[in-house]
């Protein structure tokens, strides 16, 4: 009766499904274990069918249309009806990820579903703040339903597989990816990194078949975030310590999290190609940390290998690819033009091959791929979830949780409205005259950010119509100036205004009889990102000029940044009495301002980067090591420290003001000595002393003062957002373990030594509570 059920599964998925031209379809039983499926499709493929396994290619024709012909699109097309394509990407829509897979189902000879995917890295088309955005929230809850709306829609379009989570700890502002990722801490970018996987993926490695679930991808691996000079695409040269404690933290998270792909990276480490390389994707990734899912290839960075200087062609590149265990070739198209070959030749080990091919095919069956390929082209279902209000309700209210009040202070004219004292913000709901100004104030597309390719332009909420929805105060918007000139691409240079200045005296007659004059400033959606690497993190064309040009005639000024990086922006510290960073907050950015400047929300974000004064600075982040000579203390020069600036940021790591105050006291060891192993509870009060509600990030770090390694002067090891009413008072309780004592030497080797540990409590990294305990 079993065979014969098992016989009537796999006689029904041939009908369905068409698949007719293999003898054995056994795989396909669905109550076979998984690796028993794998070993059955396995035997069966030819050497040229598992290297087609480890090929993707980029959507390359109009999949609804006719097929290709003449070139590499026809060639291609060919590989993919032979079987020779494991995946594709940039093919997104229901009827043409359905066209492509009924191509890859119904006429290949053993009917290998493909997997789709996707740059979906803060929504798709709902989209969400940018990622260092959403890590200004501190909350991960929030951040992991982000991921799940992105999921929801990006599945439901036929996408399987995002490239995503960007896990890359960076602290130089100057490189344009940063806004991909989660900051400067392992700490914080750790947790994120777990809640962004299992936001995509579900809680469980059964949830990642289902319809709204899709493979997520830790990337870059490792240390993309440390090119030198923050410059795209540029060398690597990190310690050992930094690379085990600061930038492989975030992707052993990952792994722990379950994600089923990692990226490598563009750059070298310790000269070689991270594509190339076997300490990172043999020995850490797949050896020491065990993990079984596989390795994609960043776009052509097989390819690359051979502008680097370390293969000397396309059979050298691909050979020491696969050996380092990079498993899918990503638009090199090396692995399907020379590996079969190689193999055939003894270079490359067949063994590899199937290895290799094992880890795609075991991803494809987590997906339930085998079993439905079809699962997710469900037209119906994605007309429902694209755009849904449900949707985008919820950006809405990750993008009021990722702003951060940087300056709140009173009006400095003293204006009737700000008198007494109080902070220009929030605004006032009637009886104001504000005068809008600035180009990005009305733009409907920079704030969408950059890396949304599935979204369409122009489709967010400006601040402007979001502040048009308080309808009694007196609203007068201005331009001022521009920002950009020409044409605005992801693929292109951006042209910035640096002259046109026709526009500002039309700004400084509306701010001139205004109550409060609302600037939005800062940068272009697609001026940060990839390649998008700065020198100069000011303000961009003439809008400082065009700053300062209002505060000369109205000085009440509340600046709302929109950007995508730290900037520095010394001037407007000093001067302007309320700064808000509002990011690049995608679809609800104007809806979120305006309710945060209004007062409808209380900003509860904390920087997740830290900001600095000048470039010069960069790169720059709280958890420095102490140097030998950290303080003036002989009072000579002779000390660390620059001559023209102070050391410390402008804004620091973990900062971020509320409307509300709070108090923090009675911090408290259960005890002051421990034992290896001991569990170390510490609590604190924390009372909001202020008149409105408000959320409050409590942020605990530590000091290992001395150790067999230099240890970094503070280091982030445990948060928690609290609410607390007006008047409330909450105690906030963490846990140390050897988890957060510990770190590693530079064999990889973890250590948890004895000595005297310093504590930090408070509401940023710059300052808090302090005691002290000893690990015995």
């Known amino acids: 009766m079993i065979l014969k059920q098992k016989l009537f599964i796999g006689f029904y998925t041939l009908l369905t499904f068409g698949i007719t031209n293999a003898q054995d ?99 798709f088309k709902t989209l969400s703040p940018i990622p260092l955005a959403e890590a200004a929230s501190w909350d991960l809850e929030a951040i992991k339903k982000s991921a799940q709306i992105a999921a929801d829609e990006a599945s439901s379009a036929g996408i399987n597989w995002t ?133 994609v290839s960043d776009w052509g960075s097989i390819r690359e290998m051979i502008k680097h200087g370390y293969a000397s062609d396309s059979k050298d590149a691909t050979t020491k690819a696969v050996i380092a265990g990079s498993d899918m070739d990503m638009e090199s198209y090396f692995y399907v033009s020379e590996l079969a070959n190689l193999v055939k030749s003894g270079k490359v080990n ?103 390719v599935a979204s369409d332009d122009n489709t967010a909420v400006s601040v402007l119509e979001g502040m048009q929805q308080y309808k009694d105060n007196l609203l007068t918007f201005e331009k001022g100036t521009d920002l950009t000139i020409g044409k605005t691409s992801f693929v292109e240079e951006l042209v910035f205004n640096t002259t046109d200045t026709s526009g500002f005296d039309a700004a400084k007659k509306a701010a001139e009889s205004a109550d409060v004059v609302v600037m939005v400033l800062g940068e272009h959606g697609f001026q940060s990102g990839e390649a998008r690497s700065r020198t100069n993190l000011d303000l961009t064309g003439n809008q400082q000029e065009l700053l300062e040009a209002v505060f000369k005639v109205n000085p009440n000024i509340v600046l709302v940044l929109n950007n995508g990086r730290p900037l520095a922006i010394p001037w407007a510290a000093k001067n302007i009495p309320a700064i808000v960073e509002a990011w690049q907050l995608g679809t609800q950015t104007g809806n979120a301002v305006a309710q945060v400047l209004y007062g409808d929300y209380n900003p509860s974000g904390k920087l997740p980067m830290s900001f600095p004064r000048n470039v010069g600075q960069c790169p720059i982040y709280y958890n420095n090591y102490s140097t030998g000579r950290p303080k003036n203390s ?50 604190v009060e924390v009372s909001n002393t202020g008149n409105y509600d408000g959320k409050e990030v409590v942020q605990l770090y530590i000091q290992d003062e001395v150790a067999s390694l230099a240890r970094p002067v503070k280091e982030l090891k445990g948060f928690e957002l609290i609410d607390l009413k007006k008047g409330e008072t909450k105690t906030a309780t963490f846990m140390l373990t050897d988890k957060e004592l510990g770190f590693f030497d530079n064999d990889g080797n973890y250590l948890v030594e004895e000595g005297t540990f310093r504590i930090m409590v408070g509401g940023s990294s710059d300052k808090g509570l302090e005691s002290k305990f000893e690990l015995e």
């Open 163 to 295: 490239f995503g989570p960007n896990v890359d700890i960076v602290n130089d502002a100057r490189w344009g990816r940063i806004m991909e990722g989660s900051g400067e801490d392992p700490y914080l970018g750790s947790k994120i990194a777990t809640v962004r996987i299992t936001g995509f993926q579900g809680d469980t490695k059964s949830d990642l078949s289902k319809v709204n679930t899709i493979a997520a991808c830790a990337k870059h691996f490792a240390a993309y975030g440390f090119v030198e000079a923050g410059r795209e695409y540029n060398t690597v040269d990190v310690s050992i310590s930094k690379l085990y404690n600061t930038v492989l933290p975030p992707f052993k998270a990952a792994a722990d999290a379950g994600v089923r792909t990692f990226m490598n990276a563009f750059n070298l480490l310790n000269g070689v190609p991270a594509t190339g390389n076997n300490f990172l994707q043999r020995d850490i990734l797949k050896g020491k940390w065990k993990f079984d899912g596989f390795v």
């Open 634 to 683: 002989e009072k000579n020069v002779f000390w660390s420290h620059y001559s023209d600036v102070e050391n410390s940021p402008q804004f620091p790591f973990g900062f971020g003001l509320s409307y509300t105050t709070f108090e923090y006291k009675n911090l408290k060891l259960d005890k002051t000595s421990f034992a290896k192993g001991e569990r170390i509870k510490i609590s």
């Open 350 to 452: 067949e063994a590899l091959v199937d290895d290799a091919v094992r880890r795609i095919l075991r991803v494809k069956f987590d997906l339930g791929l085998f079993d439905d390929p079809y699962r997710y082209c469900d037209e119906k279902r994605e007309k429902a979830s694209l755009g849904s209000q449900a949707n985008n309700e919820g950006v809405l209210e990750m993008a009021k949780k990722s702003i951060v009040l940087l300056k709140n202070a009173p009006s400095p004219s003293g204006s009737s409205d700000n008198s007494g004292g109080e902070a220009i913000l929030p605004l006032k709901k009637s009886g104001q005259k504000i005068a809008l100004i600035g180009a990005l104030a009305n733009d409907k597309n920079s704030p969408l950010g950059s890396w949304r």
């Open 25 to 123: 379809k056994s795989y396909l039983d669905k109550n076979k274990p998984t690796e028993e499926r794998i070993d059955l499709l396995l035997k069966q493929m030819t050497l040229a069918e598992k290297v087609g396994q480890m090929n993707q290619y980029n959507g390359f024709w109009e999949v609804t249309g006719p097929a290709p012909k003449g070139g590499n699109a026809e060639q291609k097309y060919n590989h993919l009806r032979k079987g020779w394509v494991g995946s594709m990407l940039s093919v997104s829509g229901v009827k043409k990820v359905k066209a492509v897979q009924k191509i890859a189902v119904e006429e290949t000879r053993l009917g290998i579903p493909l997997i789709f995917g996707l740059d979906v890295i803060h929504g």
